[in-house]
């Protein structure tokens, strides 16, 4: 079984739906992350969660909100969706606090914002 | 703030053929170093990193990186290609210091190999 699982793997929405995005992961990390990748812009970080109680801003918040439910997931949403959020997320885990650990990514969400 | 800069946007290359991947970073410390890959529909997955010590490093699938401090570089290299190494690379960089240890991607280099 894979240790980081995103669901969705596809998403079509329509603009001003609001959708959420999970992840689930069983490697015990306390990290969790949320990026997006655009073609010809690389990953991007949307938010980040350094324990239950930790949730921070990443570079490009604007429009997405978090849920830190437990150690083991993470949830992205999208109140109102609009065309320019259609892009491939990703998560990720870390664990550790050197900050030369490893990061984890799950398999990618696709979402389509028509 | 740092950056990552990866020149090639798309590199083609023959089976058996050498392989480069240029990275270079902006910022005065030596920060560490990440190179992923991603293969197609799929997530990413570390290739190797770079924290300190021996400037060239190995990892996983054959490939290598070489830190150069004096050129603010960390190239992924590779002696032969395989077709299954098609795939995009991403070069990324946290910085020391302070207590949010954030990865910074560079925008990535398309591989095709050919046959």
């Known amino acids: 079984d894979a240790d980081v699982t995103q669901t969705p793997r596809n998403r079509i929405t329509k603009t001003g739906k609001r959708i959420m995005l999970e992840c689930s992961q069983t490697?015990?990390?306390?990290?969790m992350y949320w990026y997006r990748q655009d073609p010809g812009l690389g990953l991007r970080l949307i938010y980040y969660s350094f324990d239950v109680k930790d949730i921070n801003k990443g570079e490009i918040s604007d429009g997405y909100s978090v849920s830190r439910q437990a150690q083991a997931k993470f949830s992205l949403s999208l109140e109102s969706a609009i065309p320019n959020q259609t892009a491939l997320y990703f998560c990720?885990?870390?664990?550790?606090?050197?900050?030369?650990?490893?990061?984890?990514f799950g398999p990618g969400t696709r979402l389509l914002v028509l | 703030a740092q950056s990552v800069t990866q020149p090639d946007i798309h590199i083609t290359v023959s089976e058996g053929a050498s392989l480069e991947l240029r990275c270079n970073y902006s910022?005065?410390?030596?920060?560490?170093l990440f190179w992923y890959v991603q293969s197609p529909g799929q997530g990413l997955q570390l290739l190797l990193k770079?924290?300190?010590?021996?400037?060239l490093v190995q990892g996983i699938k054959g490939f290598e990186a070489e830190f150069k401090r004096s050129q603010s570089s960390f190239n992924l290299r590779k002696p032969s290609v395989h077709w299954s190494d098609a795939a995009e690379y991403f070069c990324?960089?946290?910085?020391?210091?302070?207590?949010?240890?954030?990865?910074?991607f560079g925008k990535g280099t398309l591989l095709t190999v050919n046959p």
């Open positions: 770079y924290f300190s010590g021996d400037t």
């Open positions: 910022y005065g410390a030596t920060p560490y």
């Open positions: 990720a885990t870390s664990g550790g606090w050197t900050g030369q650990e490893t990061q984890y």
């Open positions: 490697k015990g990390h306390d990290r």
């Open positions: 990324a960089v946290i910085v020391d210091g302070g207590s949010n240890y954030k990865l910074t």
